[in-house]
């Protein structure tokens, strides 16, 4: 693929995130593993060892999760951008739908399971606890208490019908906290919101250890919630 087909295909993950209802994920290229010299994305190292959440996340689901499944989003990603390239050399409408929608699922895979490690720690450094300074403040405002919000970000998370996301989001209109659901790797997004925190709640991410019991897993998550990295996403978001 030639350079400049490369910077158009940029320009076109840019338009998946937001057909994902995301306005800015507050992500940079670097952390979605852009590499400049083959120009397509790489599966961004785990910021921690794959047995760090333990026993809240087991190894192996984060070895599987990420090393397999994240991986197949990348993987997904680059082959959709380069089909869209194929499909516009060779004139081919027929199917562009489909590469359009391969596009925004694995766009949405790449970037949501990006935000997904960073905004977990070990439990003890940066994972647990609460939020502090201005998300602090924000979550008081928007949801009563802190004890409120979390409520309700797991009734969302757990009540994800099949495969999906819980997410806590910045609503730049509106200037408030939202918790919203997405379905697979993209749908069901609130228009412009910007991800803060996000939990995985496919199979994929709790079944080893978890089985059926979403709401045990998710209980599990809170423990590891890096809340110092989704304060600082926060700030950025308001700006
Ligand atoms: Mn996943």
């Not at 989001?169 to 925190?197: C, D, H, S, Y």
Request: charge should be neutral; hydrophobic fraction near 40%.
């Amino acid at each position: 693929m030639s350079e400049i087909s490369r910077r158009q295909a940029i320009g076109t993950l840019a338009a998946g995130a937001g057909a994902m209802g995301f306005g800015s994920v507050a992500l940079s290229r670097e952390a979605l593993g852009w590499n400049d010299q083959t120009q397509s994305y790489e599966l961004p190292p785990l910021p921690y060892a794959p047995n760090a959440l333990a026993p809240h996340i087991d190894e192996q689901t984060m070895l599987i999760h990420h090393g397999k499944h994240h991986a197949g989003y990348v993987r997904g990603l680059n082959n959709a951008l380069d089909q869209l390239h194929k499909c516009r050399a060779d004139n081919n409408a027929a199917e562009i739908q489909h590469w359009e929608r391969q596009l925004s699922f694995h766009a949405g895979g790449h970037i949501n399971h990006t935000l997904f490690w960073s905004g977990m720690a070990p439990e003890g450094k940066g994972g647990g606890g609460r939020p502090t300074g201005a998300l602090a403040n924000q979550i008081e405002r928007d949801f009563g208490t802190f004890d409120r919000m979390l409520w309700q970000f797991k009734a969302a998370a757990k009540s994800v019908e099949g495969s999906g996301w819980g997410w806590l989001v910045w609503e730049p209109l509106g200037q408030r906290l939202l918790i919203t659901q997405m379905e697979n790797q993209q749908k069901m997004m609130f228009a412009g919101a910007v991800p803060l925190l996000g939990v995985d709640v496919w199979e994929h991410a709790y079944y080893l250890r978890y089985q059926n019991r979403r709401a045990d897993y998710l209980d599990a998550f809170t423990s590891v919630i890096n809340w110092p990295e989704v304060g600082r996403r926060f700030d950025r978001a308001r700006g």
